[in-house]
């Protein structure tokens, strides 16, 4: 079984907050491929410190998580929810984040909880 440590504690806190069993498979399986679009990014850029990235750079860093959204739906269109996490892991409630700088309630909850454990 393959598991990572965003994966666990993304299921911790689900249940913490009341989140039902069937909604903890989804939110389990966001924080294990919330990153599976980095394959996609140059190695290059990918082990620079990100704040020595150009803007240019930087966007095609922050693009992997359409890639990451696109390989999910592209693998089984049922996971949309799935891909949605993880096109919103990088968001955050300030609209600070990307791709979409979405605030709050435009950010799906499992996006939410895989933000939070991600940022730690
Ligand atoms: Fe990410």
Do not use: W
């Not at 850029?45 to 240019?56: A, C, D, W, Y």
């Amino acid at each position: 079984m393959i598991s990572n440590i965003v994966q666990q504690f993304s299921i911790v806190l689900a249940i913490g907050i009341g989140y039902s069993y069937d909604r903890l498979t989804e939110i389990g399986a966001a924080g294990l491929l919330r990153d599976v679009g980095i394959g996609k990014i140059p190695a290059d850029l990918f082990h620079k410190n990100i704040e020595s990235l150009s803007r240019s750079e930087q966007k095609i860093v922050e693009a992997h998580s359409e890639f990451g959204y696109r390989a999910i739906l592209e693998s089984d269109h049922s996971l949309e929810n799935l891909a949605i996490c993880t096109l919103q892991h990088h968001e955050r409630m300030d609209g600070t984040g990307y791709l979409n700088q979405l605030h709050e309630k435009q950010i799906e909850p499992c996006a939410r909880i895989i933000a939070i454990i991600n940022t730690y």
